[in-house]
């Protein structure tokens, strides 16, 4: 199905064994098949892009691009596809959708903050395992104190989202296909998998 988008959406590479790998833009898509870099595709969505006009047939070249591609190469591995992604705001808020990890009330962008359930000042790291989403009253009264110190109740776990999760979170308009690919990679804890 070809889909039209004032804006192309991201192309999501894989691995050649299909492990998800990263976003990459029309562009780089159409360098990889320029370049017969994509082992296969998959998913629903395709794009057709016009090049230039060749100057001896007077044909006009294009390319047709998937929205999910295998790329030729190295596999990731495990070990890639389990390291831990970097951390930011924005990425944190999704994996924990957007609720605040003291009074489970949800809130914009703009009204959230990362706290650390441990303190830096009192040794703790700025790492997933030990950030959660709060909103901004939470976390004054919370202040520089750990939630046993504050006498607040910590709603839900911090974790580390897997390569999937990440590549789902970092996304801002991903496609269906994508999603549904994607989402066969995400952990079982992951807050991402739909409530049963």
């Given at each position: 199905m070809t889909t039209a988008f004032a804006s192309h959406p991201l192309i999501l590479t894989l691995d050649m064994h299909g492990a998800?790998?990263?976003?990459?833009?029309?562009?780089?898509?159409?360098?990889?098949?320029?370049?017969?870099?994509?082992?296969?595709?998959?998913?629903?969505?395709?794009?057709?892009?016009?090049?230039?006009?060749?100057?001896?047939?007077?044909?006009?070249?294009?390319?047709?691009?998937?929205s999910i591609i295998a790329i030729k190469g190295k596999t990731l591995g495990q070990k890639n596809f389990s390291a831990v992604p970097p951390l930011n705001n924005r990425e944190l808020f999704h994996r924990d959708r957007h609720i605040c990890a003291y009074c489970g009330g949800e809130f914009s962008f703009l009204r959230l903050t990362r706290d650390h359930i441990i303190p830096v000042s009192q040794g703790g790291r700025d790492s997933w395992m030990n950030v959660v989403t709060a909103c901004r009253h939470c976390n004054q009264r919370k202040s520089g104190r750990t939630p046993e110190q504050a006498g607040m109740e910590l709603l839900y776990a911090p974790y580390i989202p897997n390569k999937a999760e990440f590549l789902i979170l970092s996304n801002r308009q991903i496609l269906a296909d994508q999603m549904d690919f994607l989402a066969q990679h995400v952990s079982a804890h992951s807050r991402l998998k739909a409530p049963a």
């Amino acid at each position: 199905m070809t889909t039209a988008f004032a804006s192309h959406p991201l192309i999501l590479t894989l691995d050649m064994h299909g492990a998800p790998h990263r976003w990459v833009t029309w562009q780089h898509a159409c360098f990889y098949y320029a370049k017969n870099l994509v082992a296969w595709a998959a998913g629903d969505n395709f794009f057709i892009f016009h090049g230039g006009i060749n100057r001896s047939t007077g044909e006009r070249s294009t390319i047709t691009a998937n929205s999910i591609i295998a790329i030729k190469g190295k596999t990731l591995g495990q070990k890639n596809f389990s390291a831990v992604p970097p951390l930011n705001n924005r990425e944190l808020f999704h994996r924990d959708r957007h609720i605040c990890a003291y009074c489970g009330g949800e809130f914009s962008f703009l009204r959230l903050t990362r706290d650390h359930i441990i303190p830096v000042s009192q040794g703790g790291r700025d790492s997933w395992m030990n950030v959660v989403t709060a909103c901004r009253h939470c976390n004054q009264r919370k202040s520089g104190r750990t939630p046993e110190q504050a006498g607040m109740e910590l709603l839900y776990a911090p974790y580390i989202p897997n390569k999937a999760e990440f590549l789902i979170l970092s996304n801002r308009q991903i496609l269906a296909d994508q999603m549904d690919f994607l989402a066969q990679h995400v952990s079982a804890h992951s807050r991402l998998k739909a409530p049963a």
